[in-house]
Structure formats: structure tokens, C-alpha cells
């Protein structure tokens, strides 16, 4: 099953909904990064002068164009860092499209979804990418003290971290918080694993922009199993 779930979940990000989301994911983030370059110029040009006089050098000219280039290389570096979980956390603003779309596709005879508010699925976003962002920068402290279980402890907090939280994301679609949180108590183990194979992609370049999307539409397969039983 959790193999099954997985390979689905790659399978439904071809559809060129699941797609578009990713490059929406992507485009918000470039679109942030400009931003604030842009912003940074505007406050380095307003507290900056055009010269500066100092002491054995006399007069400099080229202060802002130094800080200019300075703003450029932190930005691009700061993306570096930065760009997957950024694009993360805007592509999961729209990881509700992403299993109704699995749904539409796969499960087309459903009655309707149970909405949440605009609030309570922010909240749940937010709360999401900030367990994980928060929980992983703590690891990366841990992890020059225990090298030779680091990858167990990467997989195996992320797992956690990932089944969870997605599990929880396609249940509440379909059920109350109370009975999503006892479907998850009965199947821990089995999301825990589903979890630690999303994992996987997270250590891989480029493929890591799609990990929400798959797990998305992988966790949406796994609850439906998991509900009929």
C-alpha cells in the first residue's frame, strides 16, 4: 500500500493541474525574492549618500554601487537557502486544489468535501510549514553530534513530521478533527512509513519544489484506503 500510495502521488503530478501549482509555488517565490531586492536597493539608496568622505581615502563615490552589489550576491545566496522551503510554503496554499483534484480523478462518486474557513486552512498551512522549517533548522544542530544516525534521524523526524501533518491535511476533508486524529491513532505506523518515503525527494535538488504537491496527492490516496477499511 504505502509503495502504491507513493508511486500515485508522482502519477498525479503530471496532470497539468498539479503542475501549474508547482510553477505557481515557484513564481510566488521568485516574485518575493525580487521584491525584496527591490526594496533592499530603495532603503540602501535612502540611507546611503552619494559620497562619503573618510580619512586617508578622502572622497568616495562608489559606496552604493558596492552596497548595490552586496544587496545582488546576499539575495542570490539567501535563495540558494531559501527558494525550496519559500516555494513550499506558497504551494501550500493550494494543496486542497491538489486533492481535489486526485479526488475528481480517482474517487469521482464523493459527496461533497467538508469546507474549512479561510482562517483555519491558513492556520493549518502555517502551522505545517512551521513545524517543519522549525523542527529541521533544530536537526541541523543535532546533526554534527550524531553523524552516523543523521540520515536515520532526517527520515525519521520528517516521516513523522510529513505523515502527519498531510494525513491530517486529506482527512479533514472528509471528516471532523476528532475522527481524523483517531483514523491517524489506528494507522500510525503505516503513515509514519508513507511519510519517511516522501522524505526521500526532500534531499534531492529541484525535486524537493515538488514534495508538497506529491504528498499531497499521495496522502489523499492513503486516507481513502485507510477510510474504507
Request: aromatic share 14%; no cysteine; hydrophobic share 60%.
Amino acid at each position: 500500500m504505502i509503495v502504491s500510495v507513493f508511486l500515485r502521488g508522482w502519477e498525479d503530478l503530471l496532470r497539468p493541474g498539479a503542475l501549474k501549482i508547482v510553477g505557481l509555488g515557484v513564481l510566488l517565490s521568485l516574485g518575493l525574492f525580487v521584491a525584496l531586492y527591490f526594496a533592499l536597493l530603495w532603503v540602501m539608496g535612502w540611507v546611503l549618500p552619494d559620497t562619503l568622505a573618510l580619512p586617508w581615502i578622502g572622497t568616495v563615490t562608489w559606496l552604493r554601487t558596492a552596497a548595490d552589489w552586496a544587496t545582488l550576491g546576499l539575495m542570490m545566496l539567501a535563495s540558494t537557502f531559501l527558494m525550496v522551503p519559500v516555494a513550499s510554503a506558497f504551494t501550500g496554499f493550494f494543496l486542497e486544489d491538489v486533492a481535489e483534484l486526485v479526488e475528481k480523478e480517482h474517487y469521482p462518486n464523493l459527496p461533497e468535501v467538508r469546507k474549512l474557513s479561510f482562517l483555519e486552512g491558513l492556520g493549518d498551512t502555517v502551522r505545517f510549514f512551521g513545524v517543519i522549517v522549525v523542527a529541521n533548522l533544530l536537526a541541523l544542530m543535532i546533526y554534527p553530534f550524531v553523524i552516523p544516525f543523521a540520515p536515520l534521524l532526517f527520515f525519521g523526524m520528517n516521516g513523522y513530521l510529513l505523515g502527519r501533518e498531510y494525513f491530517q491535511m486529506a482527512a479533514l476533508r472528509r471528516m471532523d478533527r476528532g475522527a481524523a486524529r483517531a483514523l491517524y491513532e489506528r494507522n500510525r505506523a503505516t503513515v509514519w512509513a508513507t511519510g519517511a518515503l516522501m522524505a526521500l525527494p526532500l534531499s534531492i535538488p529541484v525535486l524537493n519544489l515538488v514534495v508538497p504537491v506529491v504528498g499531497a496527492a499521495a496522502f489523499t490516496h492513503l486516507f481513502h484506503r485507510l477510510a474504507r477499511r
